[in-house]
Every structure is written in structure tokens, then in C-alpha cells.
């Protein structure tokens, strides 16, 4: 093909990508916990450009951009993310932010995990009591660090074989409302926890394990694969979360209402370099 019609192309699709909405695939758990509607209108004021979120699993969100169906990405899911990017489909790796996950449960806890002080011994607790437990499983990053502390816990249920562990199929906030009905215990990250506390019914009961880190990190698809992917509106989103001014806001958010931090920014030394 002539080099002038593949420039002519490329420029049309710039153009062609410039004009639609810039497409963000999250994790539910940063919608649910109310940061993007939080962030996201200054950036859509400030750039005119419209920004479609689609919330899923950090998993689905990743397979979205495996297609070419995103232009960035905020996910939790570390192992997954590093995969994604050595088979070459982000061009670039960001921290934003990171918040930890707790096991919550009801008041009662029937399992008696609140006077243990680690995840995996809470895990293993609930699975010797057989007290109900609500996953996600949905592949999100949720799900993965839920499978990863049943693997040290030396337990693996499953919903077929194992009555009292549930799936719930469906994002954090959903998840937690399944469980507060059902009296189950389930694992959530603090920010959806803490923004949809009330009328839930539902406990934290352990929080504070190292194991229970949880960093995002945003992915800019790489455009050298996908033509139509817009790389230039997703590296202003990506300036515009990373920026000081953002991480600060990202920091604020939350403690006001809760008291607490709900996420605390990851990106403020890079960007002061």
C-alpha cells in the first residue's frame, strides 16, 4: 500500500477516534465507590470530550482491550495486568492508586474471624464453620485475590460442590448487597464497602493484612495494534488522572464523608519528577 494512503488512513482513524467518546474499561469497584463520577466531569469540561465507561471485572475489562474495544484501562488485578502486557496489548503501565480489601461479614460472625488478624486464617475459619460466603466470580480482581486466599488458606470451594460458598455473578456493590441479605461474608474492596455501608447490614471484620494491598493501575491499549484506538485522548485521561492536582483529589476523597481515605494516590512522585 502507497506510504500516502496508509498515512491518509491513520489519520482518518486519529480523526475517526477524536470524535467519538473515549472509551474507559474499569474495575466496577472504582465506579461503585463513586471515583469516577468523582473525577471524571473537570476532565470532560476541561478536554471536551466525552468519556464512556464501561464497569466490569478487571478480567472482562482486559478482554475488551484484547479486542481493541477500549482505549484505557483501570484495573486491579497485578499478575493479570503484567500478562496483558507482555503479550503486547498495552503500550504503557501507570499506578494510580491503591486501597486495601476487608472480609466483611455479619455482626454475628458466625465464623468468629473479627479476632483474627489475618486474611488467611480468616478464610480458613469460615471455610472449617461452613458459615455462607458470597464471591464475585466474575474473573474480576476481586475474584483473584478471593482464589488466591483460598489457595493459602489450603481450601478451594466451589459453588457446585460446597452449599454454603455462593457466586454471585455480578459486580462489588451488587455483591455486597447478596450478601447482606443472605447474612455471608464476602471479600470487598474498602472504597465500595464504605460507600454503600449503609443500609448494609454488613461488618468489617478483618482489614489491615498486607495481603489484603490492592494497587490499580492504569493500561493505554497499544494503538500500533488496533488502528482505531484513541491513543491520544487516552494519554490526556492518563495525564490528567497521574497529574498532581487529580492524585490530591483522588487523596481527599472520602475522608470527609467516611473519616478515611477511600483510595490513596499512587502516582504523585512520578508526576513531581
Given at each position: 500500500m502507497?506510504k500516502v494512503?496508509?498515512g491518509?488512513?491513520?489519520?482518518?482513524s486519529?480523526l475517526?477516534a477524536?470524535?467519538r467518546?473515549l472509551v474507559?474499561?474499569?474495575?466496577t469497584?472504582v465506579?461503585?465507590a463513586?471515583?469516577?463520577?468523582?473525577l471524571?466531569?473537570?476532565?470532560?469540561?476541561?478536554?471536551?470530550?466525552?468519556?464512556?465507561v464501561?464497569?466490569?471485572g478487571?478480567?472482562?475489562?482486559?478482554?475488551?482491550?484484547?479486542?481493541?474495544?477500549a482505549?484505557?484501562?483501570?484495573?486491579?488485578?497485578p499478575?493479570?495486568?503484567l500478562?496483558f502486557m507482555?503479550q503486547?496489548?498495552?503500550?504503557?503501565r501507570?499506578?494510580?492508586?491503591?486501597?486495601?480489601?476487608?472480609i466483611v461479614?455479619?455482626?454475628?460472625?458466625p465464623?468468629?474471624i473479627?479476632?483474627?488478624t489475618?486474611a488467611v486464617a480468616a478464610?480458613?475459619?469460615?471455610?472449617?464453620?461452613?458459615?455462607?460466603?458470597?464471591s464475585?466470580g466474575?474473573?474480576s480482581?476481586?475474584?483473584a485475590k478471593e482464589?488466591?486466599?483460598?489457595?493459602?488458606?489450603?481450601?478451594a470451594p466451589?459453588?457446585?460442590?460446597?452449599?454454603?460458598?455462593?457466586?454471585s455473578g455480578q459486580?462489588?456493590?451488587?455483591?455486597l448487597?447478596?450478601a447482606s441479605?443472605l447474612?455471608?461474608?464476602?471479600l470487598?474492596?474498602i472504597?465500595?464497602y464504605?460507600?454503600?455501608?449503609?443500609?448494609l447490614?454488613l461488618?468489617?471484620?478483618?482489614?489491615?493484612?498486607t495481603?489484603?494491598r490492592?494497587?490499580y493501575?492504569?493500561?493505554?491499549?497499544?494503538?500500533?495494534r488496533?488502528?482505531?484506538?484513541d491513543?491520544?485522548?487516552a494519554?490526556?485521561?492518563k495525564d490528567?488522572?497521574?497529574?498532581a492536582e487529580?492524585?490530591?483529589?483522588?487523596g481527599?476523597y472520602?475522608?470527609?464523608?467516611?473519616g478515611?481515605?477511600?483510595?490513596?494516590p499512587?502516582a504523585?512522585?512520578?508526576?513531581e519528577?
Amino acid at each position: 500500500m502507497p506510504k500516502v494512503l496508509v498515512g491518509l488512513l491513520v489519520l482518518s482513524s486519529g480523526l475517526a477516534a477524536q470524535q467519538r467518546d473515549l472509551v474507559l474499561a474499569t474495575t466496577t469497584s472504582v465506579r461503585d465507590a463513586g471515583l469516577l463520577e468523582y473525577l471524571l466531569p473537570k476532565f470532560e469540561r476541561d478536554s471536551r470530550r466525552a468519556v464512556k465507561v464501561i464497569a466490569v471485572g478487571s478480567g472482562q475489562a482486559m478482554e475488551l482491550g484484547r479486542r481493541g474495544e477500549a482505549d484505557i484501562l483501570i484495573v486491579h488485578d497485578p499478575v493479570a495486568e503484567l500478562e496483558f502486557m507482555t503479550q503486547g496489548f498495552g503500550s504503557d503501565r501507570f499506578p494510580l492508586a491503591h486501597n486495601e480489601f476487608a472480609i466483611v461479614g455479619p455482626a454475628g460472625d458466625p465464623a468468629g474471624i473479627k479476632e483474627l488478624t489475618g486474611a488467611v486464617a480468616a478464610f480458613q475459619a469460615i471455610a472449617r464453620s461452613g458459615a455462607r460466603f458470597v464471591s464475585r466470580g466474575d474473573r474480576s480482581g476481586t475474584q483473584a485475590k478471593e482464589l488466591l486466599l483460598w489457595g493459602l488458606a489450603g481450601a478451594a470451594p466451589s459453588a457446585k460442590a460446597d452449599a454454603w460458598y455462593l457466586e454471585s455473578g455480578q459486580g462489588m456493590g451488587a455483591t455486597l448487597q447478596i450478601a447482606s441479605q443472605l447474612r455471608a461474608y464476602t471479600l470487598t474492596d474498602i472504597g465500595t464497602y464504605l460507600t454503600h455501608a449503609s443500609p448494609l447490614e454488613l461488618a468489617i471484620l478483618v482489614e489491615g493484612d498486607t495481603l489484603l494491598r490492592n494497587p490499580y493501575h492504569l493500561i493505554l491499549i497499544d494503538a500500533r495494534r488496533f488502528a482505531w484506538v484513541d491513543a491520544a485522548g487516552a494519554a490526556r485521561l492518563k495525564d490528567y488522572l497521574l497529574s498532581a492536582e487529580t492524585q490530591a483529589a483522588i487523596g481527599a476523597y472520602g475522608r470527609e464523608e467516611f473519616g478515611r481515605s477511600v483510595f490513596v494516590p499512587d502516582a504523585v512522585k512520578c508526576c513531581e519528577q
